[in-house]
């Protein structure tokens, strides 16, 4: 794994105290890691949205905070903010987080029976494609946009920079969690 290689050549000869690391993907891959890499010390872990992958780390080396999303209550903003909202388009990318958040935004808005749920996936779509289909979305529209981070092709996106490509093409209100809003 060039990951693994890349990390082992930077601080293999450093003594590390611990690793923090603040997502699913990184907890996923420290995890996979033999309990000697980079010298064992412990992981905290924080942002880590995956009940499995958490109980997939070795509790006696990895240790941190499970992040819970609160679905309904960012939709019952939106809804609250913008009332005659009756679409409501979900942004994802292609990233190992986007399963949860599909999962989640597909049960909070499906408990809605006056709002239709769209997914726009970036696995399926791209970011090129995910941004064409906001520009066709209804007037009665909302976009919740999450980071976009991994494209459809496996390439690493800036998410400020595809975010605000997203904000920018958005003809509609839109909310993201990363403080790129407009409603």
Same mark, same amino acid.
């Given at each position: 794994?060039?990951?693994?290689?890349?990390?082992?050549?930077?601080?293999?000869?450093?003594?590390?105290?611990?690793?923090?690391t603040?997502?699913?993907?990184a907890?996923?891959?420290?995890?996979?890691?033999?309990?000697?890499?980079?010298?064992?010390?412990?992981?905290?872990f924080?942002?880590?949205?995956?009940e499995? $992958?958490? &109980?997939?780390?070795?509790?006696?080396?990895?240790?941190?905070?499970?992040?819970?999303?609160?679905?309904?209550?960012?939709?019952?903003l939106l809804?609250? &903010?913008?009332?005659?909202t009756?679409?409501?388009?979900? $942004? &994802?990318?292609?990233s190992?987080n986007a399963?949860?958040?599909?999962i989640g935004f597909?049960?909070?808005?499906?408990a809605?029976?006056?709002?239709?749920?769209?997914? &726009?996936s970036g !696995?399926?779509?791209?970011l090129a494609?995910?941004?064409?289909?906001i520009?066709?979305?209804?007037?009665?529209?909302?976009?919740?946009?999450m980071?976009y981070v991994?494209?459809?092709?496996?390439?690493?996106l800036?998410?400020? =920079?595809?975010? !605000?490509?997203? !904000?920018? =093409?958005n003809p509609v209100?839109?909310?993201?969690?990363?403080?790129?809003a407009h409603?």
């Amino acid at each position: 794994n060039r990951l693994r290689r890349n990390l082992e050549d930077k601080y293999g000869s450093t003594r590390l105290d611990a690793i923090i690391t603040t997502d699913d993907a990184a907890l996923s891959f420290l995890a996979d890691q033999r309990p000697s890499f980079l010298g064992g010390p412990p992981v905290v872990f924080g942002g880590v949205s995956s009940e499995a $992958v958490i &109980l997939s780390a070795d509790r006696g080396r990895f240790t941190g905070v499970r992040e819970k999303f609160h679905y309904s209550s960012l939709v019952s903003l939106l809804l609250q &903010l913008r009332p005659g909202t009756r679409h409501i388009a979900v $942004v &994802l990318d292609n990233s190992e987080n986007a399963g949860p958040f599909r999962i989640g935004f597909d049960r909070a808005i499906g408990a809605i029976p006056s709002i239709k749920v769209e997914i &726009l996936s970036g !696995a399926e779509l791209g970011l090129a494609g995910v941004i064409e289909r906001i520009r066709q979305l209804p007037k009665n529209s909302a976009v919740i946009s999450m980071g976009y981070v991994i494209d459809r092709d496996g390439s690493h996106l800036d998410p400020r =920079e595809s975010m !605000a490509r997203i !904000a920018r =093409e958005n003809p509609v209100p839109g909310i993201s969690q990363i403080g790129r809003a407009h409603v």
